[in-house]
């Protein structure tokens, strides 16, 4: 009888979170926020560089297929989900009076959270090989706006769906009870804190009540901030009742300075309107596992359907692009992985595509160990190289066929390398078989239109 009670409040509280969204529902705006690569310490050689994006890509990838969960401080044993962090970042402001942070945009996890108090502990947390790295914290006490969320706020249940408040009775104004703590793995490390109820401040619009991650400890993180756009209710998306966002992420070349582009958040009737020249493939609905595989829920899946090299046919066997009931193989598109990352088989087929078109061309063996990327080629003397085409085909016709400098990166003089990262993990492994990462995506427009169901792109320069 308890275990229906505490079922029914929890449903209450979902309920009830969404009928504070109807304000934001009904409004008709465009938000548009600078997106700018976060701030590095750059490595004197291109290998190393291009090494740190491939390993970095890889222990996101392996998070995002399988993160491994730690309970929050609390005997309310729910497990949170998040993953690893990319490089793209924008500027959020928080309080009253506003404070500015920098925010690491993330479509791969649905919680926003900020470093946090003058206390904030960050353990080998570093930008690139930097150890040094000072951390601009949000600071509540010198925010009128800032309130711990309590137990019973509905919001709690937006993270916490399965949440119930001990001694605590729905619509009871004495219980003092707070929201549980969370831990969130991200990358290498993790970060752990208390939820708020804050005031955002975007471009032309305030949003009371908005809730927020006050990390005050983590390891192995960035010098920033998470904004998760995933599919997740408290995503700054679904919070803002958003029906479409896109964003242009700007070329990884080493000679960027302080370029940036935009971030677009759509809501109410502009959210109808088809962008010019996108190509739209549907999203693949998400397969629907609890527990410990509920962070499946929060990715963007859609539905690759096959790639090719220098316009043949990879042979991928189907059970990659498929995606199954319990969450393994398809695809996902994540700002947040840098590299494309591919199951070895996967990755081996279309690797051997490219060296089967590209056997006039000397092999870089100590680079590609140096890199673990391959292929990579050594190609001086020659004044214009010309690799095989990449391009993948997606369901309802839409083709991405990737400009060279997306997918041939930089690792040395006068080296390239084939920008795709794999791992050793087990053929068939939980979670999504393919990882669309942000390199790939360079100088691209990309639409994530909630409100059709449906992922667009084209190519345009970002800046």
């Known amino acids: 009888m308890a275990s229906s009670s505490s079922s029914s409040s929890s449903s209450l509280l979902l309920f009830l979170s969404l009928l504070l969204l109807l304000p934001y529902i009904t409004s008709s705006n465009i938000i548009t926020i600078s997106i700018s690569h976060l701030p590095t310490n750059p490595h004197p050689y291109p290998y190393q560089h291009l090494s740190y994006l491939a390993n970095s ?3 996101r990838a392996r998070h995002l297929k399988n993160p491994q969960t730690t309970p929050p401080h609390t005997n309310t044993k729910i497990p949170l989900f998040s993953q690893s962090y990319g490089e793209y970042s924008i500027p959020l402001s928080f309080g009253t009076p506003p404070q500015t942070l920098p925010f690491i945009m ?4 649905d919680l926003i959270w900020f470093p946090c108090s003058k206390k904030y502990q960050c353990i080998n947390c570093s930008t690139y090989h930097s150890n040094t790295v000072k951390i601009k914290s949000f600071i509540p006490n010198l925010s009128s706006s800032s309130k711990p969320l309590a137990c019973l706020n509905p919001k709690c249940a937006m993270v916490y769906p399965k949440i119930h408040c001990p001694d605590c009775k729905l619509g009871s104004k004495n219980c003092t009870r707070r929201c549980p703590w969370y831990t969130y793995p991200y990358g290498s490390g993790d970060t752990s804190g208390s939820l708020l109820s804050e005031t955002l401040h975007l471009p032309n619009r305030r949003v009371p009540d908005f809730l927020v991650g006050c990390s005050i400890r983590a390891t192995y993180q960035p010098a920033a901030g998470i904004a998760g756009l995933g599919r997740g209710p408290a995503s700054l998306p679904a919070q803002l009742a958003i029906k479409k966002f ?10 960027d300075t302080n370029k940036s582009s935009s971030l677009v958040l759509v809501g109410g009737k502009d959210s109808v309107k088809k962008t010019k020249g996108v190509s739209y493939t549907p999203f693949v609905k998400n397969p629907e596992v609890p527990g410990k595989r509920a962070f499946l829920n929060y990715y963007y899946y859609v539905g690759l359907r096959r790639i090719t090299v220098g316009g043949r046919r990879v042979k991928i066997p189907y059970r990659y692009l498929r995606l199954d009931k319990n969450g393994s193989g398809g695809t996902i598109v994540d700002s947040g992985t840098t590299l494309t990352h591919m199951a070895p088989e996967v990755l081996e087929r279309v690797a051997g595509e490219f060296e089967k078109l590209t056997k006039g061309y000397k092999r870089a063996e100590e680079v590609e160990a140096l890199t673990r990327l391959r292929p990579c080629y050594n190609v001086s003397g020659i004044e214009t190289p010309m690799f095989p085409s990449l391009t993948f085909h997606f369901k309802g016709g839409a083709e991405m066929a990737l400009p060279e400098e997306n997918y041939m990166a930089p690792a040395a003089w006068e080296v390239l390398c084939l920008a795709i990262r794999s791992d050793n993990l087990p053929v068939i492994s939980s979670g999504p078989s393919i990882i669309l990462g942000s390199f790939q995506m360079q100088n ?3 639409e994530f239109d909630l409100q ?11 800046n």
């Open 57 to 59: 890509s890889l222990k």
């Open 106 to 109: 993330d479509t791969g996890s």
């Open 246 to 255: 896109s964003y242009c992420l700007l070329s990884r070349l080493f000679d």
């Open 444 to 446: 691209y427009h990309v």
């Open 452 to 462: 059709n169901e449906r992922f667009g792109f084209k190519q345009q320069q970002c």
